[in-house]
């Protein structure tokens, strides 16, 4: 094809040739390491393949990838000349001019993956364009190529890599164990699956298949991924500048760590850890700090508002206004959800920190409007029902809702002195004591909280907390951020409080720990909205005065607690921290077991 040097005209008319990126492109371009495991090389092959509009990619890898990783498409190939710039540095056929990044389409862009690659492993490319009528077969050992020849081989492209870092022993001995290796390369392909459900990808380790994802719909693909019934599509509706869909799981199934919440960008998966704790934000209280959902979101804005060309890998993205793009998908999500106990507070009453004119209290856009108590619950237990996983009764769902369910169960034994045992009309209840005390005392604080009515409760031994220089400094900053909740400490020495008094609901909480892990849920994370730095310190307090395994109840006591449990708001049947807060085994289900 294409020899001369091609002026930007052809290149549009021939917009599949390759061509090096001119000198000023190349300096504009995010540099660094593009490989660095065998999953990275993986990467950039499927990128290389959906770029090349393959419908099928079939993956073998050897020694977790270290040994081999082989990706076959049926993409459009490439021309001999095309085969051989394709590893040269800066040879792309995506953009030709930096202007071009704002539109594009693609998710190469730089024209240094193949070039690394191949620079790193003994390296094999065979590739057939759709119209030619045979292969091209080039290899290079450690970047020194083989003169090309003539293959057999079908319209596409077949990249096979193996033994990387070969020739930079330095580099092979960073490499993991082939499970660590393997888990990488899963979970590129996961990625790679989710954001392209309409191709289909195969995986085979040493020989043997053991992942295929037939081409699908969104759904079916989340389906294949995470399991059927695990997650529950969430579509925003379309307006404002960031579109949102997502599939996610129940909080019960929430993991530490960011890791099983798949983010995508336009299309492109990419690692934001603000992205990802504005997703686990819109799940409010009932996820602890660090847990993240289990699932796949995906955002669509204005290309010319991200800037795709900041990392060499392509995994990270920066927006025009990052902020707006996060508050926005919490808010959209947290909608969706319905899981927003943060907004309960009403918009128009000034709040406790309005009222004592703190200025670094919060600003009352800070609150958001509040869906009714039970759309959120409806929400929740579709959420709650798509998880099969503990086999809940089906009819489970519709118990919490209706009236005095939980006051309705006979109580009848304390089990390990952790869980209550409940004789219920359809089934066999097990509550446990600490999550449904947590609960309640969480539902009260909020509701006194929300109207400015917490009553405090002087303590008959004042207690000494160190909290740390750091933590006083902040308090000083932010004289009310403790009153407003209900804890009345004063400073004692640089780093030291004196708690005088709690809320009466936590009273019996040791108020040393209850203190300072409140204060730390306030200080945690700069960019949160206050409402949700509230809850998340007002379910602190209330875990540490909830009953705890080795309380010993009474059955009277019991039932008071699931009374209780029934004027708790929404989330009934999960603690604040998202554990459930009561399993259901149906006279059905023991019949059947039992062989009745
Ligand atoms: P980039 O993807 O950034 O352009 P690469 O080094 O990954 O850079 O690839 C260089 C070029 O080789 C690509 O622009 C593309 O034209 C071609 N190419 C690479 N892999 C394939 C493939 N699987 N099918 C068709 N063309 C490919
Ligand atoms: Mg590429």
Redesign the pocket.
């Known amino acids: 094809m294409v020899n001369e040097s091609p002026t930007s005209a052809t290149v549009r008319a021939m917009a599949?040739?390759?061509a090096l990126l001119p000198e000023h492109v190349i300096d504009q371009i995010a540099a660094g390491e593009v490989i660095e495991r065998p999953a990275s090389v993986l990467r950039?092959?499927i990128?290389?393949?959906l770029?090349?509009e393959?419908r099928r990619i079939v993956i073998d890898i050897q020694g977790g990838g270290v040994e081999a990783i082989v990706?076959l498409?049926d993409?459009?190939?490439?021309t001999p000349e095309?085969?051989k710039?394709?590893?040269l540095r800066h040879?792309?056929?995506?953009?030709r001019t930096l202007s071009d990044l704002k539109t594009l389409q693609?998710?190469?862009?730089?024209?240094?993956?193949?070039?690394?690659?191949s620079a790193v492993s003994r390296f094999v490319?065979t590739?057939r364009a759709a119209h030619a009528e045979i292969a091209t077969e080039l290899s290079s050992e450690g970047g020194t190529l083989v003169e090309p020849r003539t293959a057999a081989g079908q319209p596409?492209?077949k990249?096979e890599v193996r033994d990387l870092f070969f020739n930079i022993p330095a580099r092979r001995k960073f490499l993991k164990s082939t499970p660590t290796e393997t888990a990488h390369i899963h979970k590129c392909l996961i990625r790679a699956a989710l954001s392209r459900p309409d191709v289909r990808f195969e995986l085979r380790r040493d020989g043997v298949r053991s992942k295929l994802f037939a081409a699908t719909d969104a759904m079916g693909r989340v389906e294949q991924v995470f399991g059927e019934s695990t997650v529950k599509e969430l579509v925003a509706p379309n307006e404002g500048s960031v579109a949102v869909r997502a599939y996610l799981a129940a909080p019960e199934r929430a993991r530490s760590g960011a890791g099983s919440l798949h983010i995508f960008v336009n299309g492109r998966p990419v690692i934001d850890s603000a992205l990802a704790r504005s997703v686990a934000f819109a799940y409010g209280s009932v996820l602890p700090p660090g847990k993240y959902p289990l699932g796949a979101v995906h955002l669509n804005i204005d290309p010319e508002l991200v800037d795709i060309n900041v990392h060499p890998q392509k995994l990270e993205v920066r927006f025009s206004d990052g902020r707006e793009v996060y508050e926005t998908l919490t808010r959209k999500l947290a909608t969706l959800l319905g899981t927003t106990p943060w907004s309960r507070v009403d918009a128009k009453k000034p709040t406790a920190w309005r009222q004592k004119g703190a200025s670094s209290g919060p600003s009352l856009s800070d609150y958001k409007p509040r869906p009714s108590a039970q759309d959120t619950w409806a929400t929740l237990s579709i959420l709650r029902d798509a998880t099969s996983h503990l086999q809940v009764h089906r009819q489970h769902s519709t118990f919490a809702e209706s009236k005095g369910a939980f006051a309705s169960l006979r109580p009848i034994a304390q089990l390990q002195s952790l869980f209550i045992l409940c004789e219920g009309q359809s089934g066999l209840y097990i509550i446990d004591q600490h999550a449904a005390d947590e609960r309640v005392r969480f539902s009260k604080l909020r509701r006194a909280f929300d109207s400015r009515e917490l009553q405090i409760q002087r303590l008959l031994f004042p207690a000494q907390v160190d909290v740390g220089e750091e933590a006083l400094g902040w308090l000083s900053e932010n004289a009310e951020a403790l009153s407003s909740l209900g804890i009345d400490a004063t400073p004692l020495s640089d780093s030291e409080l004196l708690v005088r008094a709690l809320p009466a609901i936590v009273a019996n909480g040791d108020p040393a720990a209850l203190t300072l892990h409140a204060l730390r849920e306030l200080q945690r994370e700069a960019d949160r909205n206050w409402s949700d730095h509230v809850d998340t310190a007002l379910a602190t307090m209330a875990c540490h005065a909830a009953l705890r395994r080795g309380d010993r109840i009474s059955l009277k006591e019991c039932s008071a607690l699931l009374a209780e449990l029934d004027a708790s708001e929404a989330f009934k049947e999960h603690c604040p921290h998202g554990r459930p807060v009561v399993f259901t085994i149906s006279y059905d289900e023991l019949e059947a077991k039992l062989g009745r």
């Open positions: 599949a040739s390759i950039e092959l990128d290389n393949a770029d090349a393959a990706v498409d993409g459009q190939g490439m095309d085969a710039r394709s590893i040879a792309t056929s995506k953009i693609s998710r190469g862009f730089r024209g240094e993956a193949l070039a690394s690659i490319l590739t596409g492209t990249v």
